[in-house]
């Protein structure tokens, strides 16, 4: 097995005590407004309907340009499940060492067996070829067989940690698991809860299971700028963008939570 990680409360650039308040965006605008208004890390995709697919070299090499905090693109060359065919796979390490060549502090992934275990073999591959970046093991951790077992996995891999929402659709409803798993983490990996994480929940979220990071969309609907859009054309143009004062809010209250 491999050696405990040991949790470093501002080791990525935290701020605010000892909790981190990733936030994920789906474009350049969301992720300089989140930086913004005090995320600590972003969580950087494409495709929000899909949710969340691997950035473009553009967006990547712009974002590097302009951010000052810690990004962690995901990579994921798909919607859909987590079990890749080989080119798919080989298509993840060639994304991950172009982040690594980028200068990016981490990366985001998650591949699963058809039998809903963590795939070790070629986890391993991709933590390697991150280097020194950091891994987190997104949600594919929630469609997992055993939850217990895929958080070993993780481990033994190299992941630093775990997006989760308890393996139900709202992190606030797996709140039990969740505390569970942080419990037998043991500080060799972060547990790190998000999906539906407001300002509305996130401290008796934190309060309940423990947790010193968390992850949130902090969703809102971007209107588009159009003067002139085509009438019979009925799809809207209007993107998911990031909410600033619920940002803001989330912040104030993890930061009130580590004063006392």
């Known amino acids: 097995m491999k050696s405990k990680f040991i949790y470093s409360p501002l080791g990525d650039g935290g701020t605010g005590g000892g909790f981190r308040l990733e936030i994920a965006c ?134 630093k940690r775990i997006l989760t929402s308890g393996q139900v659709p709202n992190a606030y409803d797996g709140k039990e698991l969740i505390k569970e798993l942080i419990e037998q983490a043991e500080n060799r990996i972060i547990i790190m809860p998000g999906s539906g994480v407001r300002s509305n929940n996130i401290a008796e979220l934190v309060t309940d299971t423990g947790a010193v990071e968390i992850h949130s969309s902090a969703r809102k609907m971007q209107p588009s700028a159009m003067l002139f859009t085509k009438k019979n054309m009925q799809e809207t143009l209007d993107t998911i963008g990031v909410d600033e004062v619920e940002i803001r809010k989330m912040k104030m209250t993890l930061q009130n939570l580590s004063a006392n």
């Open 26 to 159: 789906f474009d350049i605008a969301s992720a300089i407004r989140a930086s913004a208004a005090g995320a600590d890390r972003i969580e950087l995709c494409d495709n929000a309907a899909e949710g969340g697919t691997t950035p473009s070299y553009g967006i990547l090499k712009r974002i590097k340009e302009l951010l000052h905090i810690p990004v962690f693109p995901i990579i994921r060359p798909r919607g859909g499940d987590f079990l890749y065919s080989n080119e798919e796979y080989k298509t993840m390490l060639y994304d991950v060492q172009l982040c690594n060549d980028l200068g990016f502090e981490g990366v985001v992934f998650g591949l699963l067996t058809n039998m809903g275990a963590v795939d070790i073999k070629r986890t391993e591959q991709l933590v390697k070829t991150a280097g020194n970046m950091q891994v987190t093991f997104h949600r594919a951790f929630d469609r997992a067989v055993n939850p217990f077992h895929a958080l070993e996995s993780a481990i033994y891999c190299g992941c």
